[in-house]
């Protein structure tokens, strides 16, 4: 540690912290990132799926490239399965500790300042900013910053102290990677229903040397360890997992539902922390990345004006939901809606899918970042679809 007060400390570095980071590091601001765990990008705890855009922001991480997608397999409760291909690349699968690190040293080479297996326990502040308690080891310490940026993740501790509202949902997810599999690799696999994964879905995607297995659940019966080993013992999965050998899991949390203030005195939320995240797939290092932007940017204005009150970096709310908000929104209603079909609505959802029409409309107009594109074209096409987004309506109208 070199600096008595930093002019920013950034909790958490993760994706977001890191590009949050090296983008004031880069102005000449002096930037501290905090990290608990030892290394950079373990554990991992993501199924590493995002679109080429990503690169748009972080060029420098384009390495972390392990295998590129160019449609779904995907399967109703009933087995039914629907193929959608975009005939050119849509996704990419990325080594995310190796994506994590390239960012991180994109960081340090900016000029931030890293601390690994150093946990923020608590915050304080006086005239002069922050001060953030620090456990390295068995050492506590205590580092000042003027301006305190959270992008410690799902469980953020800081939104706790900073008494920022909490996400409306958090889903379990649970990710294994997984070999002796021989899949097609320019596809996923994508499954569907209460038995397979609760109120939201299961995957199977190629990934390089190995397959990365995995789900989420929300307000599921059982944990979401139970859910993933039957995957192995049930349904359209048990064949397609034949043979195959775990050779790592983790789970994670994802948050959802937009938050009203990802701002407070002195400091900013960003990433999943400030749950910044698509409610159709739970991806989150898009969004999160887009919004690192607008944070680091309002951040940059505060310090060159010396003003880090609320009021001023209010904008960094107006700028992000001007960006992604209304997506996050819509994005929210699809899971809803989504998320109360029964399995029977479902198997007639894939019926009224399963058209060559429909199909090319989904090929052509499919984004990963921006769902609601697709949800709002296939209403129009299939207004047979109205019947399921019947609270659609009033959700728009505001209610819950
Ligand atoms: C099972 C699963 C699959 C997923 N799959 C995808 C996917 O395919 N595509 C996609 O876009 N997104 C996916 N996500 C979501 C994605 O992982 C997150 O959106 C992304 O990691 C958010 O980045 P972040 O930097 O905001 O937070 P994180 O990556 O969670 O980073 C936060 C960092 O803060 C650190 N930290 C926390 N508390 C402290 C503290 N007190 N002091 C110091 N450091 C601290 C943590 O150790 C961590 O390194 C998935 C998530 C899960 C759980």
Redesign the pocket.
Same mark, same amino acid.
């Given at each position: 540690m070199t600096k008595s007060v930093y002019d920013v400390a950034v *909790? &958490?570095? !993760?994706? @977001? &912290?890191g590009y949050t980071a090296s983008i004031i590091a880069k102005t000449g601001c002096s930037v501290l990132l905090?990290?608990?765990?030892e290394t950079i990008g373990e554990p991992v705890?993501?199924? !590493? @799926? *995002?679109t080429p855009r990503v690169f748009e922001m972080v060029d420098f991480a384009s390495s972390s490239i392990i295998n590129r997608l160019r449609g779904a397999h995907i399967f109703s409760p009933q087995g039914q399965q629907l193929t959608v291909d975009a005939g050119e690349t849509r996704a990419v699968v990325i080594d995310r500790a190796e994506f994590d690190t390239k960012i991180i040293n994109h960081a340090q080479s900016n000029g931030a300042e890293l601390m690994c297996g $150093?946990?923020?326990?608590g915050i304080s502040r006086d005239a002069n900013g922050w001060n953030i308690m620090v456990k390295e080891k068995e050492k506590e310490i205590t580092v000042a910053a003027k301006l305190l940026i959270g992008?410690? &993740? $799902?469980g953020s501790?800081v939104r706790g102290w900073l008494g920022l509202p909490e996400p409306e949902i958090m889903l379990n !997810?649970?990710?294994a990677t997984v070999d002796g599999l021989d899949m097609d690799d320019e596809y996923v696999h994508l499954f569907v229903g209460e038995n397979v994964a609760p109120n939201f879905f299961a995957w199977m995607i190629p990934a390089g040397a190995g397959t990365r297995v995995?789900l989420?659940t929300r307000d599921a019966q059982e944990p979401v360890y139970r859910y993933f080993k039957r995957l192995f013992d049930k349904g359209p999965t048990k064949d397609m997992l034949l043979g195959a050998r775990v050779i790592s899991e983790s $789970?994670?949390? *994802?948050p959802l539902g937009l938050l009203n203030r990802t701002y407070a005195e002195g400091a900013l939320l @960003?990433?999943?922390?400030a749950a910044q @995240?698509k409610a159709t797939s #739970? #991806? &989150? *290092?898009?969004m999160?990345l887009a919004c690192a932007q607008h944070c680091a940017r309002t951040a940059i204005e505060a310090l060159e004006k010396d003003d880090l009150s609320k009021r001023m970096l209010a904008s960094y709310q107006t700028r992000w939901m001007n960006h992604i908000g209304d997506e996050l929104k819509h994005d929210m209603i699809i899971h809803k809606i989504f998320a109360s079909m029964t399995d029977k609505q479902l198997g007639e959802a894939f019926e009224l899918l399963d058209n060559e029409e429909i199909l090319e409309m989904i090929n052509r107009v499919g984004d990963i970042d921006y769902p609601s594109k697709l949800g709002w074209a296939l209403l129009k096409k299939e207004p047979r679809f109205l019947k399921y987004a019947g609270k659609f309506l009033k959700y728009r109208l505001g209610g819950k």
């Open positions: *909790i &958490g570095g !993760g994706p @977001v &912290g905090l990290e608990e765990h705890q993501c199924a !590493g @799926v *995002i $150093s946990k923020a326990t992008a410690d &993740g $799902s501790r !997810g649970f990710n995995g989420c $789970s994670g949390r *994802i @960003v990433g999943d922390a @995240v #739970g #991806g &989150g *290092i898009y999160g």
